[in-house]
């Protein structure tokens, strides 16, 4: 693969795992028989041509949340025990300060 091509590439994506996650599912797609995105040369290899793409923005990435994660699992998610309590807390209107008195006994 081309190291401009990566520099580049990693610009974009800005995380280096990720970037690496992409061009690889993509040159996945490539050998499967996926028609490139772009113009392409006899040269290029299948990483090349993925770089490119992404670089040209023809591929675009979402991240998944943890509910979309959960969801195509086939899962349930679960709910956080803190959520409710900080709204709870978010919704409570500021209690008085109580005030103490001290008298000495005489």
Do not use: Y
Request: glycine share 4%.
């Amino acid at each position: 693969m081309n190291v401009e091509l990566i520099e580049k590439a990693a610009q974009i994506v800005g995380d280096n795992q990720l970037l690496v996650n992409i061009v690889s599912k993509r040159v996945q797609q490539l050998n499967h028989g996926s028609d490139p995105f772009i113009v392409t040369t006899p040269e290029m290899q299948c990483g090349d041509i993925a770089l490119t793409e992404i670089i040209e923005g023809k591929i675009t990435w979402h991240e998944m949340t943890p509910e979309e994660l959960a969801a195509s699992r086939g899962e349930a998610v679960e709910a956080d025990p803190f959520a409710e309590l900080a709204q709870n807390a978010e919704n409570m209107a500021p209690a008085e300060p109580e005030t103490l008195v001290i008298t000495p006994d005489l």
